[in-house]
């Protein structure tokens, strides 16, 4: 075994510990260690990516050494591997971006607390990512779902309490839901390994056995994933959240923490219950259904909203709709086109959170839409950021978008009859209606105020216009160079299965 | 379909039903106090039906004691193990609600949800 295998069991321990040891440290210094350890995950990661490529094969990590119906397994394969690194890199600009605020926003007692909280957040994300084990995997749910709400409500004031609480309630619906799910798989199957779980779903389903439960807790695991990543009728703890929250908070929720249970998602439809019997059951029809809703409703939502920070929290909802959708399509492309579009808006939308910050920073801190004409002139780079945040999302050539909604439609041509016309017609009204918020928003920052005060003096700081920088980057890469991308995408879906 | 297994089952039947009242307890109650009830009570539920699952009758707890080691005489070890980590998951999320409840009871003197909503709107005019 090459020493690079361990790698992934050596991040999620380094970031779990690294918590332990950030909370006896002031905050200066937790910052420092946790930049440190979002760094050394991403260079971690980025090695067991190039290991895996190179071998071209999938391997599973004995925890401890004992095998299978004792032990407890990480499984890598190159889009594990990919998102972790994905993950760390959108981590690290968000809190990057964020930390000026961080600093007056949170009380210089708690300073470390919020490092420790964005530990727990990674080491339990690239659980989720890695683990071969269900239970674990609920687990570390969560953590997540917990640390998630430290992060929400660790800027203390009504709006955050009362966003945390219905965070928090609506988390522990799906919670159970999913634990439920679980328990119901382990009854009909008898293992808690996903790969061992997927044999006998396999043999179980094609004897036509246990139809009733199956579909049940399939049923169950989609709902309950669904609730805790803001799909259509489940989106009312969304908005407040991202919205009150300090920025970085919002933008590693919105771009990472959903994700992280639509990746779970993921694996489970591909590694515990087997495409085809997820096929069979019918249940992505309602998954795809509510994806349509959400990225109309989403949408229509964004535009009636007057605070910049609530409109982009509401368009999650829209483009979370658009992964459902994806996945409901129930074709490898479609998925293909979902899994794409998870790394897009987690780009886009980190970069929008943080451009926001900066404009609403230079308008006087109000997030109200009248006070931010003319923010683009006062604070140039976040407008520039803004203007290509909100490109991208509508999806304009050579941005990330573009190239997401590409993959949608071609996808959707493609072997579904049925499916077809909605999601076309779905997809343009949407595109339509991102145009309409988000171009508004563009315009309205790009308009002279007369007598033009620029009294206003935004302290400039090279860290946020780094972090700014690099979510540029990362979204015209991912616009321009998608095909490797997209190679990739396909070779880690062919090795989940 | 439903005769027979659901006799033979009726714990795990009952398990479901307490689940459910749990689940919408914590979808619909609008006093907190009584949302954290319903959590608990979801939570238990599943724990019961992971405890029916494990159990089989006329075995033991799988703790050796006579020297008997056949495999017959002993329950299913494993439900209990997950029983126990879901304990300790419900506690810990047990415990954040609270403390947010305290938070918000302190601020508004109300365990209503939305009435607190509506006061956080006036605050903001």
Known sequence: ?497 | MFGPNLLANYGEAVSMILFAIGFTNLLLQKNLIKKIIGLNIMDTATYLFLALKGYIRGRVAPIVVNGVQDVEAYINPIPGGLVLTGIVVSVSVSALMLSLTIRLYRRYHTLDLDEISTLLKKEEK
């Open chain 1, 1 to 497: 075994m090459e020493f690079v295998q361990n790698f992934p069991f050596f991040s999620i321990l380094l970031s779990l510990f690294s918590g332990t040891v950030t909370s006896m440290l002031n905050g200066k210094w937790a910052k420092r260690v946790n930049g440190f350890v979002i760094s050394a995950v991403m260079v971690m990661s980025a090695a067991v990516l190039f290991f895996v490529l190179k071998t071209g094969e999938s391997y599973t990590f004995m925890m401890g050494h004992f095998p299978a119906p004792w032990g407890n397994e990480i499984r890598v394969g190159v889009l594990e591997a990919f998102m972790a690194l994905f993950f760390c890199v959108i981590m690290l600009l968000s809190l990057i971006g964020g930390r000026a605020h961080l600093k007056e926003e949170i009380a210089e007692s708690k300073q470390n607390l919020y490092y420790i909280l964005v530990n727990l957040l990674l080491s339990s994300l690239l659980a989720l990512i890695y683990t071969n084990d269900l239970f674990t995997a609920y687990v570390f749910v969560e953590i997540n779902t917990i640390s998630a709400c430290g992060l929400i409500m660790i800027r203390q004031n009504g709006h955050t309490f009362e966003a945390a609480t219905r965070y928090m309630i609506m988390s522990l619906l799906g919670s159970g839901l999913l634990l439920l799910g679980i328990c119901i798989l382990y009854d009909c199957t008898g293992h808690l390994l996903m790969s061992h779980i997927k044999e006998s779903v396999v043999t179980l389903w094609s004897a036509g056995g246990y139809h009733i439960p199956l579909v049940v807790a399939i049923g169950f695991i989609c709902v309950g994933l669904a609730i805790k990543s803001a799909l259509f009728p489940f989106h009312s703890w969304l908005p407040n959240a991202y919205g009150y929250s300090t920025v970085s908070s919002a933008a590693i929720l919105s771009s990472l923490v959903s994700k992280g249970y639509i990746f779970l998602l993921f694996k489970i439809c591909y590694r515990v219950i087997g495409w085809e019997v997820i096929l069979d059951s019918k249940i992505i029809n309602i998954l795809f259904v509510f994806g349509l809703c959400g990225m109309i409703i989403g949408s229509l939502s964004a535009i009636q909203e007057n605070d910049i920070r609530r409109m982009i929290a509401f368009s999650s909802v829209a483009q979370i709709g658009y992964i459902y959708m994806g996945v409901g399509l129930g074709t490898t492309e479609g998925m293909v086109a979902s899994v794409y579009h998870v790394l897009s808006h987690a780009a886009t939308k980190s970069l929008l959170f943080v451009a926001a910050v900066g404009l609403t920073d230079a308008s006087g801190r109000s997030k109200k839409f009248s006070d931010l004409t003319g923010a683009g002139y006062r604070n140039k780079l976040a407008g520039v950021a803004f203007t290509v945040g909100s490109l991208s999302m509508v999806g304009m050539p050579a941005f990330s978008g573009f190239i997401s909604k590409l993959l949608f439609a071609t996808s959707c041509v493609q072997n579904t009859p049925y499916k077809m016309l909605p999601t076309l017609i779905c997809l343009g009204i949407s595109t339509i209606l991102n145009a309409i918020y988000f171009m508004k928003t563009v315009i309205r920052i790009y308009t002279p105020v007369k007598g033009s005060n620029d009294s206003i003096l935004v302290k400039k700081s090279v860290g946020y216009a780094g972090a700014l920088v690099c979510f540029m980057v990362i979204n015209v890469v991912l616009g321009m160079f998608s095909t490797p991308i997209v190679n990739m995408i396909q070779i880690g879906l062919e090795m989940f299965s």
